[in-house]
């Protein structure tokens, strides 16, 4: 099925450091998401964005819905080890399906 | 509040067996769906329902997957028969309708991770 690539796949990054991920979309979408997925657990919604130029925080979380409409970024600043999880992009058309991208798994050393 | 409820967690088969996971949606939800995990294929979703009725199962692997929404409180995904590629994670969401996004956020389980040995 469609998928929405994410970059990177992985990072491995020092407790404290700022973190940048990014997704984009041969398509454009309406509605852009940013799931966290814990170990062992389902996706929880961390962001939504919901108009093209929209920067949304959510602590120490940023997401930007980008003006094509065909990619979005999220940042993490001042990582801490809670930080671990797999990060998803999911994007919608109108009333389309979700689409997810394919993950962006982040490591946290102390 | 109760949020959407599968099982079983964890499940190991012996290829060939029938597989049933079940998944309870958060009440008044009207749309449900199913999704699958790997590490190859990522987050892809198999079928939704919404007010019990499948309205895509485009992502249906195979006549081996079968869904079933006999009302608003219950859904089942089986697999029969099934084989070793079928192991992986597999999630049941629920949002209070399908639609427009900015009303309606999908929660997801916490999933049911199959082993097919």
């Known amino acids: 099925g469609q998928q929405l690539n994410q970059s990177p796949q992985s990072m491995f990054i020092q407790e404290g450091e700022d973190v940048s991920m990014n997704c984009t979309s041969s398509?454009?979408?309406?509605?852009w998401l940013w799931y966290k997925q814990d170990p062992g657990e389902g996706p929880v919604l961390l962001i939504a964005l919901y108009k093209a130029g929209e920067l949304t925080s959510n602590g120490r979380l940023t997401a930007q819905f980008g003006i094509t409409r065909k990619d979005s970024f999220l940042n993490i600043s001042a990582s801490i080890p809670s930080d671990v999880g797999i990060y998803f992009c999911?994007?919608?058309?109108?009333?389309?399906?979700?689409?997810f991208g394919t993950g962006t798994r982040l490591q946290v050393f102390p | 509040d109760a949020g959407v409820i599968q099982s079983p967690r964890h499940e190991v088969t012996e290829m060939g067996q029938e597989v049933t996971l079940r998944c309870k949606p958060i009440s008044g939800h009207n749309s449900l769906f199913w999704y699958r995990q790997t590490m190859m294929r990522g987050l892809e979703l198999l079928i939704y329902f919404n007010n019990n009725v499948p309205i895509d199962d485009s992502g249906m692997p195979e006549d081996r997957f079968s869904a079933k929404m006999p009302n608003a409180s219950f859904s089942t995904l089986k697999i029969q028969p099934s084989e070793p590629r079928d192991s992986a994670v597999y999630f049941c969401?629920?949002?209070?309708?399908?639609?427009?996004?900015?009303?309606?956020?999908?929660?997801f389980g916490e999933g049911s991770w199959l082993t097919v040995v």
């Open positions: 969401a629920s949002s209070l309708s399908l639609g427009d996004l900015i009303r309606n956020t999908i929660y």
């Open positions: 398509s454009i979408f309406n509605t």
């Open positions: 999911a994007g919608q058309l109108y009333t389309d399906k979700l689409i």
